[in-house]
């Protein structure tokens, strides 16, 4: 099966709004092992989307559209798709009393446009939105299959999650599990899994870098779910065994989550020392919901009188050897764990440039401090890119270093 | 004239990458005058990549394409679209040259395939990348024009800004300001803005939301410079009277920036006390180069511990009010300030869910403090959203009341 997207919209042509509908969809219809060729996009005129959906019509089996279901004149995607299939457009009396009942449910006036959401070529069926009035549209004709959603993404992503996908696939079986990675380059990464030869013909294992972790997702088909499932556990079992040390989590989590839940888990209190990072760390453990859970506090210690106030940092350090030093790293985390009030803490003080660097210190290098109460272990990064890399893959290594002393404490 | 963005890379139509190219040039075009259609996206197909150039042809006038210019065998842009064109390709003995130079330049191997770069379709010019090896392709034949552009961002972008808008403008003068406001929401700014009625028939102006502000864009063209820049200076000024409390700045700058520029320029140290934003604002200034002359500290004070401990906040203030109270925002503000090392203090204490909330106190209340040595106020605000759109909103609040102290400090 061969697909196309077909997104409608002036906000998407003139470039006001990014699409990131196609984006969604095609990794979704990937996923279910259909073939994305074509992805288009066309502005709210009658004439030119029909064309487009003439074109597509002509070139895809199936077709998924995005926008122009709304009450307003400029959405006309229904009426031209059915004009270009040549089927005409009938009043849904139940869907005319949905409407209604959710007009009068909300307390808010429905208009005489809104009545046009009713309206579904004849033959068609409508898709449920749980997320906005405008329903979508199926159409299965001379074995085309074509699907129109809302554009609104909450609307779309969850109408497609919970209808779409049994509208479009067949016998065939697909599942897909993500191993996610921390603390190994995506390059090096593939060259390894290129190494071991996992793939099979049904199974793809493909690598997608996001912010200083990798993820490596496996996707397998066939008509035996439990034969599916059982390869799919063979591979996650041989990437265990392969890089153990470098997986912090499956699906969807990030190591933001993995971190707050293994120290729920494990009733540790954490708190953090940031330099060069400037709170960046603090602030994503603090956007995971049960966070005041486990992180106490912060110091943000920017400037060296901070360092020294706040942290106790020996101001003879700071002359000797420099506010980025493993001296102060050290100091730094000493500080804040002889306060007593918690188990694990991370310091940070490093060069995020552009400015400041030089020949012995250049802009990049960081120093991490992770100490407990039985243990410390200073951690030297040299890390390349800009002010905000340099800060992101410095973040990222710190919730690492603090996903590795809680797995041994 | 009628442009297509044609986008070659299967890595687009599986959904392993986000098309941004598309949204880049979009607004580019917009900005020059430059009605956009249709946007496609095609695989890595040489007979569906020259079926989806044909069409192209046929619809517009201007195509820009990217990807597809590298020197591997998936790389095939310039070949199928000489072939559509009729076109036959030459190596250039110049190009062949600076690639040669080029690779010798930077002790890299030049590879056979690397050759396919120097060639180019009959009549055609190369557009030069700064930032890669693939040359662009400028064709104009039969009035219509083609521009092939390399995929990577970073490479497209410099080349359109540098090559690109020369090679496609016309005699029209477009000339563009952005005003970026905080603290009024988008629609209220969009109805007061209809009712100035300030747009004319060579203007727009059109409102983009970003993450808590809202720009105000001004687009206007003519044939002659200075009448143009005059309409766009009259409408910036009446922007000026009817919204001056609300614009933090003009064209690419955010509000983070503005606060440090701010600070910098009146010399001002600052220092921060969050709790429910965990960092945030913290991290959004040091994000900014050169944020170090202006941030002092930061202290988290994410438990009621360390709002005692770290900011000497009064425990009975804590157990009378609560730490999401006025009185505890005012005493976490004035703990730090009393440290003698900053001028401007803010600190932030609220519920940013998903629990946490009660009847009297629920989700997205906020106080904020802002502090200077002669005067200080708390704002309770109220916000919506899930937890990170409260920290957001949060957080762009707090740069805003700090911009807004320093206006009259």
Not at 27 to 33: D, M, R, V, Y
Not at 131 to 151: R, S, V
Request: glycine share 8%; aromatic share 4%.
């Amino acid at each position: 099966m061969i697909a196309e997207i077909v997104t409608i919209g002036t906000e998407i042509t003139t470039g006001s709004t990014l699409n990131t509908n196609t984006y969604y969809l095609s990794q979704k219809l990937f996923e279910l092992g259909i073939e994305t060729h074509y992805h288009t996009t066309v502005d709210d005129d009658e004439e030119r989307l029909k064309r487009v959906i003439e074109i597509a019509l002509d070139r895809a089996d199936l077709i998924i559209t995005t926008g122009g279901l709304g009450p307003t004149k400029d959405d006309m995607t229904k009426e031209v798709i059915a004009k270009a299939l040549g089927l005409e457009l009938e009043l849904d009396e139940e869907m005319k009393k949905k409407l209604q009942d959710m007009f009068a449910r909300t307390g808010r006036r429905m208009s005489k446009n809104n009545l046009k959401q009713a309206l579904r070529p004849k033959g068609a069926s409508f898709i449920e939105n749980d997320n906005g009035t405008a329903p979508g549209i199926f159409i299965n004709k001379d074995n085309k299959k074509i699907i129109m959603l809302p554009g609104p993404p909450y609307e779309m992503n969850n109408m497609f999650e919970k209808h779409v996908k049994n509208l479009i696939g067949d016998e065939t079986v697909i599942l897909s599990k993500s191993v996610n990675t921390v603390g190994i380059g995506e390059s090096n990464l593939e060259s390894r899994l290129n190494e071991l030869k996992l793939a099979t013909p049904n199974t793809t294992i493909a690598t997608f870098a996001k912010g200083g972790t990798v993820e490596i997702k496996i996707i397998s088909k066939g008509t035996d779910r439990v034969r599916v499932q059982e390869e799919i556990d063979n591979i996650v079992g041989r990437l265990r065994e392969e890089f153990k040390d470098y997986i912090y989590g499956y699906d969807n989590i990030n190591i933001e989550e993995v971190v707050v839940k293994m120290l729920i888990e494990k009733g540790k209190k954490i708190g953090l020392c940031e330099s060069c990072t400037g709170g960046l760390v603090s602030s994503m453990i603090t956007r995971v919901p049960g966070a005041s859970m486990v992180l106490d506090r912060a110091i943000v210690s920017y400037s060296n009188d901070a360092k020294v106030e706040e942290l106790g940092v020996n101001p003879s350090t700071l002359e000797k050897y420099g506010a980025v030093s493993e001296e102060t790293a050290y100091e730094m985390a000493k500080g804040l764990l002889d306060r007593g009030k918690v188990d694990i803490v991370v310091s940070i003080t490093g060069i995020a440039g552009p400015d400041g660097g030089s020949k012995e210190k250049p802009v990049g290098l960081v120093y991490l401090c992770v100490m407990t109460r039985d243990n410390h272990r200073v951690i030297k990064c040299n890390f390349n890119g800009n002010r905000q890399t340099i800060q992101t893959r410095t973040a990222i290594k710190a919730l690492d270093e603090i996903r590795k002393v809680l797995i041994i404490n």
